[in-house]
Each structure stands twice: as C-alpha cells, then as structure tokens.
C-alpha cells in the first residue's frame, strides 16, 4: 500500500510517498480502506517534529478517515466488510489501508460523501471532549472558542448553538474568516489581531465568559481570566502563543476558575469509543437533518500530500483540507 512518510522534521518537502505492506486488523480492530483522509494541525505539528507519536502508534501522519472495512479482527461484530465508515485514527491515515479500533468508528452520516465523512471525526472528537465533557457548558451559557474558523472552532460553534443554546463569541483573522463563524451561528466574531479582550469586554460586559477554549496560551491566559464569569472554564487545546503564564491566581481562587486541558490522541479506545458514541447519537442527526454542516476548502490527490499542508502551513484554508486515495471513490456518497 501507498503511505506518507515523514523523512525527518522539517516543511512539507519532507513527505515522502512510499510503500509498505498492508497490514493486519488485531483483536477489537477493522482494516479501513481509506479513501479519504483530513489533513489536520496535529500533522502539521508530527512534520516538524513537535507533535511525536505516543508510544507504540505507527509513524504515518493522519488522525481521522473515511472509507470502507476491508477486514475485521477478533473480537469485532458490530460492523462487517464492506461498510461505509469515518474514524478517528491514533496515526497512519495517510495511506491506502488503516488499522483502527472498532469502537473508534461511525457510520457515514446518510447523505455525506467519503471527502466529507472523512473531515469529521478530529474535529468533532475535540470539540465535543473539550466544550462539552471538560468545559461542561450547560444552556445558555456564554462561550469563547479562539479560532472559530478553524476545523475545531466551525464544529464547537454548531455543537454550542444547537446542542445548548450558548451565547458563542470566536475569533478569527480577515473578513471572510469572520463571515463564516457568523453564517455557523457565532453571535458575535472578533478580530485577535487587534484588542479582542477589549472588543469582548465593550460588547458584553466584564466576567461575561462561561467557557473558553483556548489553542494559544501564553498572553492570551490573563486576558481571558479576566473576561471570566464566576465558575468559569478555561480548557486548552494548544500554546500556540507560548507555553508559560503568569496569572493572578487571588482572581483565580475568589472566582472559582477553573483551567484545565486535553491531549485525546493518547486516551484509551475506551474513552475515544465513549466520544464516538456520543457523537452518533446528539451529532449526527443534525448533520443528517443538514442543521449542522462541515466546509470542505481543498481536496488534494494523496500524491499533492506536500501541497496540501504547504497549504496550512499559510494558514489560508478556510475549512477542512482533504487528501483523495482515489479521487472518484472518495467523491461518492455511500
């Protein structure tokens, strides 16, 4: 089979396609045929040689896929071969053929093509075990997700508005970007180039934020302290901004803030399988009903694999990029 490897860290002039053998579904797992495959900011991160596998996962880059069960393991009898299926991946999306826990798997939502399956799983994952299990919002609560225009960003908007009712503020850079988190359903998008903090706080008031989720860290953390409601959530994602903050921990304690963060890569099957299952049955209505949508920007040919992520690396997508093991296949709706 046809894989991606990461030759060492560096640009995407360090992706090579090359081949090895196809392997083999263990205990619990389904061999996917993958036919489409999203490129993600993780992959950006595992390329330049910041992002490292856990132990143990295989080396190829990819963190979610659409496809088709090929083989199934021991143990599996909740999907059979030939299914249409989008999974989270622990790594090795980039190829041809994906070993994958069982339990990690969703049907392909009624109406989606395999490219648009395929863009799903990381991050719907990520929004929903940061917003919705680790940020707890409840209804009518005020959220602040930094980056709405981001995979992660469009699904936490939709999650927020149609599962909770959420006042929902976001961030983004140039117009367009800001457009679109509006046309999900953001109530209110601001620039965070400029004084966002000070845009939040004249637009709804000091301590107005239930629930943050934050990719950037660093100056960012004090900014959105401040702009806490009491009992406020403040969940990181990522430092893109930095890995240390100096923040007031006084406020802190007299507010009942709380600052906590998540990795989902290393997390059980146990735990990845719990996401899934939540996801199928609060998500995927609304992206059958077409309440809640997924943006496809590109779709490359596995074998413009390098312009795909010079692509994120400019920061320029305005929703999910998405690489083709066979362009016409993954083009299908099953």
């Known amino acids: 089979m046809r894989v991606v490897e990461i030759t060492e860290p560096g640009g995407p002039e360090v992706l090579d396609i090359v081949s090895r053998e196809t392997p083999a579904p263990g205990p619990g797992e389904v061999l996917l045929e993958v036919l489409a495959a999203s490129v993600n900011r993780p ?25 088709r069960v090929a083989a199934v393991g021991e143990g599996v009898d909740r999907l059979k071969i030939g299914d249409a299926v989008c999974a989270l991946a ?13 339990a990690q798997c969703m049907p392909v ?19 929903w075990n940061n917003i919705i299990w680790l940020g ?23 999650m927020a508005k149609l599962l909770r009712n959420a006042r929902v503020f976001a961030t983004a850079s140039g117009a367009q970007k800001r457009a679109a988190c509006t046309e999900l359903g953001a109530d209110a998008v601001f620039d965070y180039r400029e004084d966002w903090a000070g845009a939040i706080r004249e637009h709804a008031g ?42 007031n921990i006084r406020d802190l304690v007299r507010r009942r803030l ?20 939540a996801l199928v049955e609060a998500v995927w209505p609304l992206l059958e009903s077409g309440r809640m ?17 010079a692509l994120l690396d400019a920061n320029e997508q305005l929703g999910k990029v998405v690489l083709a093991m066979d362009e016409a296949r993954a083009g299908e709706r099953p």
């Open 293 to 309: 949508i997924t943006r496809i920007h590109a779709v490359f040919p596995l074998t413009e694999v390098r312009e795909a992520h």
């Open 206 to 247: 000091e301590h107005c934020l239930d629930v943050v989720l934050d990719a950037q860290a660093g100056p960012y953390v004090q900014q959105q302290l401040d702009l806490m409601a009491y009992d406020g959530r403040l969940v990181f994602i990522a430092s893109h901004q930095g890995k240390m903050a100096e923040v």
């Open 109 to 127: 939502p009624a109406g989606f093509s395999f490219v648009e399956a395929a863009s799903l799983p990381e991050a719907l994952f990520t929004a």
């Open 136 to 158: 707890r919002l409840g209804e009518g609560e005020t959220l602040l997700i930094q980056g709405g225009s981001s995979g992660v960003g469009m699904a936490g908007i939709q």
């Open 258 to 277: 709380t600052l906590t963060g998540s990795t989902l890569r290393p997390r059980s099957t146990n735990y990845k399988g719990s996401l899934a299952t």
């Open 43 to 67: 992959d950006i991160q595992q390329r330049r040689g910041l992002y490292p596998p856990p132990p143990g996962v295989t080396d190829i880059p990819g963190l979610d896929a659409a496809g």
């Open 90 to 102: 622990n790594g090795g999306a980039y190829a041809d053929y994906l070993v994958v826990p069982a």
